[in-house]
């Protein structure tokens, strides 16, 4: 053995003795006398390593590959960290060094591979990995890497091939089945995605991202619970990963959980203030909230961090939408789609825009344009309908005519609750759009075959109980009795202010808001939750936080409850320069039907007026139309007519305890005698008639509501006894409102 390799023999043994100090004077010996430079780097740059310190580490490797460039050795673990760094092309060069030496192995010629798949040099990573295989033939890490590299290419079947090829060889590596779970999920094979994440994680239970992406597909399909086990499962083994605290907000926010998804995208912030997305799911949940100015601050937080988040902007949109400014959502909506032509939904929300301002025209053109991207888009197609922009015989029509008979066949055979989430979505959307597509042309008998199976598969995925109903609503009853609603000696506020338009859904509560708002000392401020929420509030005020104790209520409690109210809609009105001589506003929350009482309670001086329509088109409406928010009993005509039924009693009931307190008008009267039921609505808000309101069609005010087409245009008597062209199918309906 000769001197040199003695010694570099003498520096190992220190090494492996731990006699670090000893072997690094030595090797710094060797530098300062010029001998052995370039190996005596590498094994300082090991030492190095060896102790943790690897900025050091690594910058002697780069002193090694400095004084002999062809020192294969310190190429190859400097291109190694290099990957590590993800500066591919640079630990590419190192690689090609290492090689160039006259040195090849199985281990470089892999990690260039993928060096080279990571910068998207696909051929030359399958040309390494050819050379790899003339020294390991039948490798479980080249079938691995070929897999991963079809993956890269969206090849998805060769991909396949080439990673069971590699657990065969090798079927313990967890890895190499959660590819297989990646590439299944990208071809829609969800069954077998599923099975192969699992695999994966009976091979090793401490990998979070495992769970996570088992979690993202269980979401995707519709299986929130069992996505939310999976995430929760990921935060044992990492509590502290942004990500899974915000994916686990996410599925606590389609359960309806809205507080613990709130505490859940906080914790994310909390770790990680950066962590821009925790931000705008937050943002979700405060604008269904009607916390709108609360999101708004969250989505300018999230747009410092990434001004390039199509996300961020689309939800600025939403949350504007909310606040009654669509024309500040259309330019969210249309920033959104300029950074990501291809983020669908934004489409989406920016027709709806254009269609509740009354520009039908742009929101087919933008519905057209999206279906051009998106052919199977069956939400678009739905909208496109309701925009009465299309026909039956138009290609579009047939196409998804043809694609829900075809999905129908996928799926005749199971049972309701077992259909995967995604068929049964497209269904109910194209099943909506069909059924208002036949409606439209008057073939009722096919329009109530898709309306029905459309609104069968909605149903099965709301858990609804009518009884849960009867009883709040008697609860009411009983409690905002005549006793306490006409207690003279307790009082509320005595403002003038509010104007209430209650009722069913479809019953023409927004043709009466719209009348209303063309009078020029009248502000329309839509469907407003201000009253349920002070409802709600006024409970902690009462006996065990019931309603059953609503009469103790003092009178500063209903004057303040009432000042509340009206200073909540009064700063909705200053946001809003469109109508400055309005000292008036209507709110036109229909459900504020089962808060008659409280309103008379707060404010006794507030207007309510009460629009009846025809039972059966009111229901036939509902039971038409896929609405958008909670109307969980819709879906049913069983659960449509039981709800009626409760929502006449309680309004019998109002009329009763409070007699003349409240308008109760006819939808058919208005649209058949208009100026004389204008004419009596207006009187009876002490307002002068102005012809404005008989034209109300004319008025340029965004309407925010599932009726916005129809307030923008004149009235028809169409909608007037609509249910006798589905009579026979309204057989049980009809026993039940009748």
Same mark, same amino acid.
Request: hydrophobic fraction near 35%; charge should be neutral.
């Given at each position: 053995?000769?001197?040199?390799?003695?010694?570099?023999?003498?520096?190992?043994?220190?090494?492996?003795?731990?006699?670090?100090?000893?072997?690094?004077?030595?090797?710094?010996?060797?530098? !300062?006398?010029?001998?052995?430079?370039?190996?005596?780097?590498?094994?300082?740059?090991?030492?190095?390593?060896?102790?943790?310190?690897?900025?050091?580490?690594?910058?002697?490797?780069?002193?090694?590959?400095?004084?002999?460039?062809?020192?294969?050795?310190?190429?190859?673990?400097?291109?190694?960290?290099?990957?590590?760094?993800?500066?591919?092309?640079?630990?590419?060069?190192?690689?090609?060094?290492?090689?160039?030496?006259?040195?090849? *192995?199985?281990?470089?010629?892999?990690?260039? *591979?993928?060096?080279?798949?990571?910068?998207?040099?696909?051929?030359?990573?399958?040309?390494?990995?050819?050379?790899?295989?003339?020294?390991?033939?039948?490798?479980?890490?080249?079938?691995?890497?070929?897999?991963?590299?079809?993956?890269?290419?969206?090849?998805?079947?060769?991909?396949?091939?080439?990673?069971?090829?590699?657990?065969?060889?090798?079927?313990?590596? *967890?890895?190499?089945?959660?590819?297989?779970?990646?590439?299944?999920?990208?071809?829609?094979?969800?069954?077998?995605?599923?099975?192969?994440?699992?695999?994966?994680?009976?091979?090793?239970?401490?990998?979070?991202?495992?769970?996570?992406?088992?979690?993202?597909?269980?979401?995707?399909?519709?299986?929130?619970?069992?996505?939310?086990?999976?995430?929760?499962?990921?935060?044992?083994?990492?509590?502290?990963?942004?990500?899974?605290?915000?994916?686990?907000?996410?599925?606590?926010?389609?359960?309806?959980?809205?507080?613990?998804?709130?505490?859940?995208?906080?914790?994310?912030?909390?770790?990680?203030?950066?962590?821009?997305?925790?931000?705008?799911?937050?943002?979700?949940?405060?604008?269904?909230?009607?916390?709108?100015?609360?999101?708004?601050? +969250?989505?300018?937080?999230?747009?410092?961090?990434?001004?390039?988040?199509? !996300?961020?902007?689309?939800?600025?949109?939403?949350?504007?939408?909310?606040?009654?400014?669509?024309?500040?959502?259309?330019?969210?909506?249309?920033?959104?789609?300029?950074?990501?032509?291809?983020?669908?939904?934004?489409?989406?929300?920016?027709?709806?825009?254009?269609?509740t301002s009354g520009d039908k025209n742009k929101a087919a053109e933008i519905l057209f344009e999206l279906l051009k991207i998106s052919p199977n888009d069956d939400e678009a197609f739905r909208n496109l309908v309701i925009n009465k922009g299309i026909t039956s015989n138009h290609k579009i029509a047939k196409h998804f005519e043809d694609r829900f008979i075809s999905i129908e066949e996928q799926i005749k055979d199971l049972p309701i609750h077992e259909i995967p989430q995604p068929l049964k979505h497209a269904q109910i959307e194209s099943g909506f759009g069909l059924g208002s597509l036949f409606d439209i042309e008057k073939n009722y008998d096919k329009a109530f075959d898709f309306f029905k199976r459309a609104n069968d598969l909605q149903r099965s995925n709301i858990n609804y109980d009518i009884k849960i109903e009867e009883k709040l609503f008697s609860q009411i009853k009983s409690a905002f009795n005549e006793n306490v609603l006409n207690n003279q000696k307790i009082?509320?506020?005595?403002?003038?202010?509010?104007?209430?338009?209650?009722?069913?859904?479809?019953?023409?509560?927004?043709?009466?808001?719209?009348?209303?708002?063309?009078? *020029?000392?009248?502000?329309?401020?839509?469907?407003?939750?201000?009253?349920?929420?002070?409802?709600?509030?006024?409970?902690?005020? +009462?006996?065990?936080?019931?309603?059953?104790?609503?009469?103790?209520?003092?009178?500063?409690?209903?004057?303040?409850?009432?000042?509340?109210?009206?200073?909540?809609?009064?700063?909705?009105?200053?946001?809003?320069?469109?109508?400055?001589?309005?000292?008036?506003?209507?709110?036109?929350?229909?459900?504020?039907?089962?808060?008659?009482?409280?309103?008379?309670?707060?404010?006794?001086?507030?207007?309510?007026?009460?629009?009846?329509?025809?039972?059966?088109?009111?229901?036939?409406?509902?039971?038409?139309?896929?609405?958008?928010?909670?109307?969980?009993?819709?879906?049913?005509?069983?659960?449509?007519?039981?709800?009626?039924?409760?929502?006449?009693?309680?309004?019998?009931?109002?009329?009763?305890?409070?007699?003349?307190?409240?308008?109760?008008?006819?939808?058919?009267?208005?649209?058949?005698?208009?100026?004389?039921?204008?004419?009596?609505?207006?009187?009876?808000?002490?307002?002068?008639?102005?012809?404005?309101?008989?034209?109300?069609?004319?008025?340029?005010?965004?309407?925010?509501?599932?009726?916005?087409?129809?307030?923008?245009?004149?009235?028809?008597?169409?909608?007037?006894?609509?249910?006798?062209?589905?009579?026979?199918?309204? !057989?049980?309906?009809?026993? +039940?409102?009748?």
């Amino acid at each position: 053995m000769d001197k040199e390799n003695q010694m570099f023999e003498n520096i190992n043994n220190l090494i492996s003795q731990e006699k670090y100090q000893e072997a690094i004077d030595l090797l710094k010996g060797n530098i !300062e006398q010029n001998k052995s430079i370039s190996r005596s780097y590498y094994c300082l740059s090991e030492i190095l390593r060896l102790q943790g310190k690897n900025n050091e580490s690594h910058s002697n490797l780069v002193d090694a590959i400095q004084c002999e460039n062809v020192y294969w050795e310190a190429n190859y673990k400097y291109a190694n960290y290099l990957n590590n760094q993800q500066k591919y092309e640079d630990s590419i060069k190192h690689y090609d060094a290492a090689l160039s030496s006259g040195v090849k *192995s199985f281990n470089i010629l892999t990690n260039l *591979s993928i060096a080279q798949l990571l910068s998207g040099k696909h051929s030359d990573a399958f040309k390494s990995l050819d050379e790899a295989e003339k020294f390991e033939a039948n490798s479980a890490r080249i079938y691995d890497l070929r897999g991963a590299i079809f993956m890269s290419m969206n090849d998805n079947d060769k991909a396949i091939s080439a990673l069971e090829k590699a657990v065969t060889i090798d079927p313990n590596s *967890s890895y190499m089945f959660h590819r297989l779970g990646k590439c299944y999920s990208n071809k829609g094979d969800v069954k077998q995605s599923i099975n192969m994440y699992k695999k994966a994680i009976s091979l090793n239970n401490q990998q979070t991202i495992f769970y996570v992406d088992l979690g993202n597909l269980l979401l995707k399909i519709g299986h929130t619970e069992d996505a939310l086990q999976n995430y929760k499962l990921a935060e044992k083994i990492n509590p502290n990963d942004p990500l899974i605290l915000n994916n686990i907000g996410n599925c606590l926010t389609n359960l309806k959980e809205s507080q613990e998804a709130l505490r859940y995208y906080d914790k994310a912030i909390k770790i990680d203030e950066n962590y821009y997305n925790a931000y705008i799911n937050k943002s979700v949940i405060l604008t269904s909230m009607g916390l709108y100015d609360k999101a708004l601050e +969250l989505l300018d937080k999230s747009l410092k961090i990434n001004d390039k988040s199509s !996300e961020a902007y689309n939800n600025m949109g939403l949350t504007y939408y909310g606040k009654n400014e669509p024309s500040k959502a259309i330019e969210f909506y249309e920033k959104a789609i300029q950074l990501d032509p291809t983020l669908l939904r934004a489409y989406r929300n920016l027709s709806v825009a254009h269609f509740t301002s009354g520009d039908k025209n742009k929101a087919a053109e933008i519905l057209f344009e999206l279906l051009k991207i998106s052919p199977n888009d069956d939400e678009a197609f739905r909208n496109l309908v309701i925009n009465k922009g299309i026909t039956s015989n138009h290609k579009i029509a047939k196409h998804f005519e043809d694609r829900f008979i075809s999905i129908e066949e996928q799926i005749k055979d199971l049972p309701i609750h077992e259909i995967p989430q995604p068929l049964k979505h497209a269904q109910i959307e194209s099943g909506f759009g069909l059924g208002s597509l036949f409606d439209i042309e008057k073939n009722y008998d096919k329009a109530f075959d898709f309306f029905k199976r459309a609104n069968d598969l909605q149903r099965s995925n709301i858990n609804y109980d009518i009884k849960i109903e009867e009883k709040l609503f008697s609860q009411i009853k009983s409690a905002f009795n005549e006793n306490v609603l006409n207690n003279q000696k307790i009082n509320g506020s005595d403002s003038k202010v509010p104007i209430f338009v209650v009722g069913m859904p479809r019953s023409g509560t927004s043709m009466i808001e719209q009348i209303l708002a063309s009078h *020029s000392n009248v502000y329309g401020a839509g469907e407003l939750n201000e009253i349920k929420d002070i409802a709600n509030a006024s409970l902690t005020f +009462l006996k065990n936080n019931s309603v059953d104790s609503i009469g103790d209520l003092t009178s500063d409690e209903r004057v303040r409850f009432g000042g509340e109210y009206v200073k909540r809609i009064n700063n909705i009105l200053l946001k809003d320069s469109s109508n400055k001589a309005a000292n008036r506003i209507v709110d036109k929350q229909i459900y504020n039907f089962i808060y008659i009482g409280f309103i008379k309670m707060i404010l006794p001086k507030a207007k309510i007026i009460h629009i009846e329509r025809n039972p059966l088109d009111t229901c036939l409406s509902i039971y038409t139309l896929k609405f958008v928010g909670h109307h969980a009993y819709a879906y049913s005509l069983k659960d449509l007519g039981n709800y009626y039924n409760l929502y006449k009693d309680m309004m019998k009931h109002w009329n009763d305890v409070i007699p003349n307190h409240i308008l109760n008008i006819k939808y058919e009267n208005v649209v058949d005698q208009l100026e004389k039921n204008v004419r009596k609505i207006l009187e009876f808000c002490d307002l002068d008639f102005e012809k404005e309101c008989l034209e109300f069609h004319k008025t340029k005010r965004y309407v925010l509501t599932s009726s916005a087409l129809q307030v923008k245009e004149k009235l028809y008597t169409s909608s007037v006894d609509r249910w006798k062209g589905y009579e026979r199918n309204l !057989e049980d309906l009809k026993k +039940l409102v009748n």
